[in-house]
């Protein structure tokens, strides 16, 4: 047949040799060794953020301009010193960007999905405390290398112990105990405060920090009202009402979001800071978006060292005038915690490697970032709570007003880290209640 002349003959010793090859390659590809990728010059990364939603524009979208652009440099190697080398340990990232809206079971479903069908090396990621709380079990169970960035709950590592989860970020308790001592030191003779706060875990987080080192350190002050609405609720009408009834010196917000600009924007069309002081944790982020809507002298804080905040340096004054270049604005602090998050990736991803002398797996990576101090646009970052797995910084606070036309920081105040957190080990509550009025902030 004329379709059997370009056929050849195998001889048996030709078939077996055939044979052994398939076998011992299926056997190599089966077999996935846990520090060998496929593709060693590639690092997947998955990133989340709200994309969607009342957070997305004063929160998702600048942490997500501010991995593109770090991203971007990394893979250039165009950061200044000590992040010019190229790639993660010479791997280029390559991320896929998930929206945070829609809840924790919806977040723990698309967690899922990024690392076993998308097969991400890491996750960085994570804006609200309810999602970190759900997360991190998770995370932990299919040992996935993860980074929270910015949810601010002190019970992520206070509760439990993790091997792959580590946050980069501060707790929510530097933010309110650095409250309390700011307002202190403000009005000295401070007779009565009210708080409105979110009804979820980092509302409630930040209102007892608060309220506690209020009652440590100043015991005399009256708690007037304590109002908790509805995450997302949008309308605050009848929280404002009650909180204006109160008639108290000082109203503490650890509003963030949308919920802060709505609360700013209601609370400033009623005049609910004609007569109370306001301070608002997470307020660094509404200063340039509601600039005109802020009353003047109202206290900000940006959750740390961030934005407005952030010390000069070099890598700073990259990060700030890059921002700006391409996006038209600065960077408010979700997009500093977000680089920082990438940055120390980067660093225990390089310390691993050279340590190795080759590319780390998860496991040494996790080991590298276990207990690291890095360099950021925000200073420096030690990760020394939480056995090694949370970050501490410096705490500061400010007031705001406006000066020919722009959006300005005066009266700002720094705290070392060594007296707005706990030592490791000891709860974020015991501390507050035991031994805070003891620790100097000199």
């Not at 496929?38 to 997500?64: H, I, M, N, Q």
């Not at 979001?257 to 009623?270: N, S």
């Not at 700030?320 to 680089?339: C, H, I, V």
Request: glycine share 10%; proline share 6%; net charge neutral.
């Amino acid at each position: 047949m004329a379709g059997r002349k370009n056929v050849r003959n195998y001889s048996p010793v030709q078939l077996a040799t055939a044979s052994i090859v398939c076998l011992l390659t299926a056997a190599l590809c089966l077999g996935h060794p846990p520090s060998v990728r496929a593709d060693e010059g590639t690092y997947k990364l998955g990133l989340v953020t709200f994309l969607s939603g009342a957070a997305a524009g004063p929160f998702g979208v600048p942490a997500r301009n501010a991995a593109e652009l770090i991203i971007e440099a990394i893979n250039a190697g165009t950061l200044p010193s000590p992040y010019d080398s190229k790639g993660l340990a010479g791997m280029t990232i390559e991320s896929t960007i998930i929206d945070e809206a829609g809840g924790g079971t919806k977040q723990v479903g698309e967690f899922r999905n990024l690392v076993q069908r998308r097969n991400v090396d890491a996750v960085i990621g994570y804006i609200s405390s309810g999602d970190c709380l759900a997360i991190a079990p998770v995370a932990e169970e299919l040992r996935a290398l993860t980074i929270f960035f910015d949810c601010g709950t002190p019970r992520i590592f206070e509760d439990n112990d993790y091997k792959y989860v580590f946050r980069t970020g501060p707790t929510s308790t530097m933010d309110n105990v650095a409250a309390a001592r700011y307002i202190l030191e403000l009005k000295p003779n401070l007779k009565s405060v009210s708080g409105m706060n979110q009804n979820y875990a980092w509302g409630f987080d930040s209102w007892n920090d608060f309220k506690w080192a209020m009652g440590v350190l100043k015991p005399d002050v009256d708690i007037k009202t304590e109002q908790f609405p509805k995450l997302g609720a949008g309308q605050y009408g009848s929280e404002i009402s009650a909180v204006m009834v109160s008639r108290a010196e000082v109203i503490h917000s650890s509003f963030w979001g949308g919920d802060m600009e709505g609360l700013v924007l209601q609370g400033a069309a009623r005049g609910l800071f004609d007569n109370s002081q306001g301070i608002f944790t997470c307020g660094e982020t509404a200063m340039f978006r509601l600039s005109d809507q802020i009353p003047e002298g109202t206290i900000i804080g940006g959750r740390g060292p961030f934005g407005v905040f952030a010390p000069a340096s070099p890598l700073n004054d990259w990060f700030r005038k890059s921002y700006m270049d391409r996006f038209g604005t600065p960077p408010t602090y979700p997009s500093y915690k977000m680089a920082q998050a990438i940055l120390g990736l980067k660093a225990a991803v390089d310390k691993a490697a050279a340590a190795k002398n080759g590319k780390p797996n998860k496991e040494e990576i996790a080991a590298a970032l276990k207990g690291l101090e890095f360099q950021a646009p925000s200073g420096v970052v030690r990760m020394s709570l939480g056995k090694g797995h949370q970050a501490v910084q410096e705490m500061v606070y400010g007031q705001f007003t406006k000066k020919n036309g722009k959006p300005e920081i005066y009266n700002v105040r720094r705290y070392p880290a060594e007296c707005v957190n706990p030592p490791d080990g000891v709860k974020s509550e015991d501390w507050i209640k035991n031994s805070l009025k003891q620790t100097s902030c000199n």
